[in-house]
């Protein structure tokens, strides 16, 4: 017969449970539960490091210090970059700075330190102290390629193109055997709109490692922006190998239409993928899909629920909730891979997106008095500054409202603020009189019933112009020095929004001359209707 003893766990069972109640009393941002568990289990690296961050999200500095200091091997990765994602979706970068200056008092020769304070002050936006310290981290391993790549970012995010393109052929020159360096360069050229030249280092990176998931991705934008739409759509379909990137089988993906392709009673379930953008960019690919016979079921963002069911075709929404069942499943960003051999390969026309007709008639009740040219105003996009990646691109898309003052004075033109979020409280620092309704717009659909009422929409380059350009709106985009792949290079309309009209920066982080253009465009629109 059993004993109790014999019905116990063993130790070190019992020890993995406790440290997996950790990790997740970490990820919900609880560390003193964690610390309180990691008490109770032997010492190891592992453990060691997750102590450590239990102490940093409690503010204790120098007590994460000093346990990171306890497992720092002088190779490698330092530990503390293990706590840099859950510090930015905290809200804690610059917390990090704190805890990375404690870690220097305890090793003031550990090389690795200055590169990741160089990298967190990149991140805040402070370029200058941050280049100073990634030059201290390249001095002390000049051989090293991981500073010297962290010093071409920031240069890239103060638009020394040149001078990063310099910094990542030194590296190339010393790994010509790795395919990193080409990656990174092709990425900047492609940025610029040197298209061929990054097409070409692309190439021979691909040669170097042909089944990186990254850098066929990269490739596959770069393709996109030089216009080779089929061979991208193709390409970009590597992003599924991303870690994380779905949780959806490969084997289950829509394939690509052919006539040998039945899909009658066949259930499509189109999910929700990146930003608000990319997700109005491809609904114009539902009334093609729905032609094949297919039902089709949209699991996407509860903004766009409205909007999406008055798409021709769509047979369902769902927003939230459990996975609907399917036949085949398609991410929204693959829909233009799926149409890329048909003649639907860049969807339905515009206008392909309607406004609620009673909203957009309650609007016009609204706005009926107001005879000036309407003018929608949208300055800044989503920060989003819990994604690294996306805040940092917003700086370069985002402007100030006060940027915007000289449209002001402009007689005959009214209006109106379409932004949401944070910068909406920059509306005082518009010198002339701005509209705002946008409190009273609860989601997409709401917006769209009120810039069916508006005459232009000039926007950064975020969702509000694949809105206004999908309900064939005419729409100002003003657009960064190193743009998007989907505005293409060297191109001030769009075969994806014909009433679109991009005003592109002539110099990286100058908005000057794009407002001008914008004021003049506007002047001419006020013209042509006298």
């Not at 706590?83 to 704190?98: E, I, T, W």
């Not at 310099?166 to 190339?172: S, Y």
């Not at 089944?211 to 193709?234: F, V």
């Not at 339905?348 to 016009?364: G, L, R, S």
């Amino acid at each position: 017969m059993q004993t109790q003893a014999d019905l116990a766990p063993p130790p070190h069972a019992e020890h993995a449970v406790f440290r997996d109640r950790a990790v997740k009393a970490l990820e919900g941002n609880r560390p003193q539960e964690a610390l309180d568990l990691l008490r109770d289990i032997p010492e190891n690296p592992h453990n060691t490091i997750l102590l450590a961050r239990a102490w940093f999200l409690l503010g204790n500095y120098e007590r994460s210090a000093e346990t990171l200091s306890a497992v720092s091997e002088p190779f490698g990765p330092h530990p503390a970059i293990a706590f840099f994602d859950q510090a930015a979706v905290l809200g804690r970068r610059a917390d990090l700075l704190k805890l990375l200056k404690a870690c220097v008092a305890r090793n003031p020769a550990d090389y690795r330190l200055p590169e990741l304070q160089g990298t967190i002050l990149m991140q805040l936006g402070y370029f200058t102290e941050a280049e100073r310290y990634i030059r201290d981290s390249i001095s002390r391993q000049p051989e090293a390629n991981s500073p010297r790549n962290t010093l071409s970012m920031v240069l890239y995010e103060q638009g020394k193109f040149d001078e990063a393109l310099v910094v990542l052929e030194d590296i190339r020159k010393a790994s010509p055997e790795n395919w990193g360096p080409l990656c990174n360069l092709a990425c900047i050229l492609s940025s610029i709109g040197r298209m061929d030249e990054a097409n070409n280092l692309y190439r021979q990176a691909i040669a170097i490692a042909p089944n990186e998931p990254s850098l066929r991705l990269n490739h596959s934008i770069a393709m996109l922006k030089s216009g080779r739409l089929a061979q991208g759509w193709t390409e970009h379909e590597w992003r599924l190998s991303l870690p994380g990137h779905t949780s959806l089988p490969y084997g289950e993906l829509l394939p690509t239409i052919s006539p040998n392709l039945d899909l009658r009673g066949k259930r499509v379930l189109v999910t929700q993928e990146e930003g608000l953008g990319d997700t109005l960019m491809y609904l114009r690919y539902l009334p093609a899909l729905a032609r094949t016979g297919a039902s089709i079921t949209v699991w996407g963002a509860s903004t766009l629920a409205a909007i999406t069911r008055r798409i021709e075709g769509t047979h369902s929404v769902q927003t939230g909730g459990e996975q609907p069942q399917y036949d085949y499943h398609c991410p929204f960003i693959s829909l233009p891979r799926a149409f890329s051999g048909t003649p639907d390969a860049m969807g339905a026309p515009v206008p392909y997106i309607t406004p609620d007709p009673i909203k957009a008639e309650n609007w016009k009740k609204i706005l009926h008095r107001d005879r000036n040219l309407r003018v929608g105003l949208v300055w800044a996009g989503g920060a989003r500054p819990e994604n690294t990646a996306a805040y940092m691109v917003d700086r370069h898309r985002s402007l100030p409202l006060s940027a915007l003052s000289p449209l002001a004075d402009l007689d005959g033109i009214s209006f109106y603020s379409l932004q949401k979020d944070a910068a909406s409280s920059q509306i005082a620092d518009f010198p002339g009189k701005l509209i705002d309704f946008m409190p009273q717009c609860l989601d997409m659909d709401d917006t769209a019933a009120l810039i069916a009422n508006l005459d232009i929409v000039v926007s950064v380059d975020t969702s509000i112009v694949h809105l206004g350009g999908g309900m064939g709106k005419k729409v100002l985009m003003m657009d960064r020095y190193n743009n998007c792949w989907r505005w293409m290079h060297d191109r001030t309309d769009s075969p994806w929004y014909p009433t679109l009209k991009i005003i592109r920066q002539t110099r990286f982080g100058d908005w000057t001359d794009v407002v001008l253009r914008v004021r003049k465009a506007l002047q001419n629109a006020l013209m042509s209707r006298q």
